[in-house]
């Protein structure tokens, strides 16, 4: 063992005992061996432990701590630090600025308890609420977390579709590729991928490595084979380019795009010289079939329904419901908020603020909810025929009630319940408290379902059948939460969900203007799923949506 993995031990010792707020001196006695220890001249491991005993500011205590990891591999004091942290707070330590009095507040003011929940929790604006905290600091951690996800195996798809496109506009411009296409998860609009891929058509790959070779990691070499080219970008994300002749490009973008599931589907159609992938569903006696849905899941059903052209699309979407303000935890302000979803060319806004339990997030007291209804009421008669409807995200308490009693939860147009404390539950009880909250007659739509943030924190495990079972019993809506961390619920519970005539809502849960932008994301896992424009709530045009409120409320 390393001088340097022992003093990372020691190292993680001070910091995990002084994020449990333990004895300042054994804080600063394990730091300040481990800060000995890394710049040793000789390897301890070499050396005796009297010959340890004599180095200098090592005392007897240390000596046997370091005795102790040479005959077990550990120390015990730092395994009992472990055992009494979950995690994801050790993640937390290792996030760049955020040292453990930082981790220790965000831990236990905010319930945050993994790297990927943190960073939500930036983008929502929740750190600058902390004592010690500001601007900066949060926007250094985004950037610190950002970097530790660009390293790690998967990315979001959010993350790569920008860098994807850059490099589909690169290769077309270049005059090298006579065709390209993005291809693979990418195409199909996967919420997590490995990579970025690519059909390109070329006659010559010495002339496209030569194009390629400025954008890939310097210590990254190109991997060649006779059907594709890989390497990784600057920025670590891998890349594969599936290279063909002109006239077998379809062909391929058609094989590399779908999965070996749906090409089974078809029966393996033929694909040889075909002029446009259309031609090979042709062949194979089916409607075209949206790169999107090409997982082998559901698509045959769809085509055998005749559903395939009623899938929804971002331009369907007619209002935005589930969005925060400076009331709770959001960045801007209820009039700004309104005004740029207006612009953007919305027929009508929800404002969801946090209820009063989620104290974390400023969430609103009965008075606040007064003054926010009434700057509403003065915003729609500026704004008219565009319409803010009344809205607030409810807390699911951990008994399945929900916050506020019923006369303030009569007073929204329509309420938004999600659970946001009290997570660690098994399915029994995750599925009882959210079934509970979907039988009050104040529940509009179930938040979040299963409060997962994807490549950080899965979500709480849920019978999904029993509660989409509940929510068509009791005329529930669903959200398809669009954050691109979020993008819940899964996509793969859509068929369902419409089998059993229950809508689903694609909410941005935008804590500033931007965040409207994320309806594209949530529009593409809904496509995935196989949603279509007439089982999607937000579709519905402002007349028919207030016709719906109130019909759910009487």
Not at 37 to 58: D, F, Q
Not at 93 to 114: F, H, M, N, Q, Y
Request: hydrophobic residues 35%.
């Amino acid at each position: 063992m390393t001088n340097k993995e022992i003093a990372g031990m020691f190292k993680l010792a001070g910091k995990l005992t002084e994020l449990h707020d333990g004895n300042e001196f054994k804080v600063k006695s394990f730091m300040g061996n481990a800060f000995k220890i890394e710049r040793l001249p000789l390897p301890l491991e070499n050396m005796s432990v009297e010959e340890i005993a004599k180095i200098e500011g090592i005392g007897k205590g240390t000596v046997a701590k370091i005795n102790e990891i040479f005959s077990t591999g550990t120390i015990k004091d730092l395994d009992e630090l472990i055992v009494q942290t979950p995690v994801g707070v050790l993640g937390i330590l290792s996030v760049k600025g955020l040292g453990p009095k930082k981790a220790r507040t965000i831990w236990k003011e905010l319930e945050v308890e993994s790297v990927g929940e943190l960073l939500y929790a930036c983008h929502e604006n929740r750190l600058i609420t902390l004592k010690g905290f500001g601007e900066k600091t949060q926007e250094e951690v985004i950037k610190s977390i950002e970097f530790i996800q660009a390293n790690s195996s998967k990315f979001l798809y959010a993350k790569l579709e920008p860098v994807a496109l850059q490099l589909l506009e690169i290769l077309e411009k270049s005059g090298i590729v006579q065709q390209v296409s993005l291809t693979g998860e990418i195409r199909r609009r996967n919420t997590e991928l490995e990579k970025i891929e690519f059909v390109a058509a070329v006659s010559d790959k010495d002339t496209l490595l030569s194009l390629l070779e400025p954008l890939k990691q310097h210590e990254s070499i190109f991997s060649i084979s006779e059907e594709s080219i890989s390497f990784k970008l600057t920025n670590s994300i891998p890349v594969e380019i599936f290279t063909c002749s002109n006239s077998d490009f379809y062909s391929t973008l058609f094989k590399t795009t779908s999965t070996p599931e749906h090409i089974e589907l078809l029966g393996n159609p033929k694909r040889s010289s075909v002029s446009s992938e259309e031609e090979i569903y042709k062949n194979a006696g089916w409607n075209f079939i949206i790169p999107e849905l090409r997982e082998g899941k559901f698509e045959k059903q769809l085509n055998e329904q005749n559903k395939l052209n009623d899938i929804v699309q971002l331009n369907d979407l007619r209002g935005v419901l589930h969005n925060h303000t400076t009331y709770s935890d959001g960045v801007n302000t209820l009039e700004q908020m309104a005004y740029y979803c207006k612009k953007l060319g919305y027929e009508y806004l929800g404002i969801s603020d946090h209820s009063q339990y989620a104290v974390y997030a400023k969430g609103l007291k009965p008075e606040q909810i007064t003054q926010q209804h009434k700057e509403i009421d003065e915003l729609n008669e500026k704004l008219k025929p565009f319409k803010i409807f009344k809205s607030i995200e409810a807390d699911i308490l951990p008994d399945g009630s929900l916050d506020y009693n019923d006369e303030i939860l009569a007073s929204f147009d329509f309420v938004v319940a999600s659970i946001h404390s009290a997570m660690k539950m098994d399915e029994v009880k995750a599925t009882a408290r959210l079934i509970r909250a979907i039988e009050n007659p104040h529940t509009t739509i179930l938040g979040h379902p299963t409060g997962r943030l994807l490549l950080s924190r899965p979500g709480y495990p849920i019978d999904h059948k029993k509660i989409i079972n509940a929510c068509a019993a009791n005329k529930v809506v669903i959200e398809l939460n669009a954050n691109p961390n979020r993008l819940d619920i899964d996509w793969t519970w859509i068929p369902y969900c419409m089998e059993k005539g229950v809508m689903i809502s694609i909410n941005p849960d935008a804590h500033k203007m931007e965040g409207y932008h994320d309806m594209h994301y949530g529009t593409l896992a809904a496509r995935k799923g196989g949603l279509t424009k007439q089982m999607t709530f937000n579709a519905l045009s402002l007349e028919e949506i207030e016709k719906w409120f109130l019909k759910k409320k009487k």
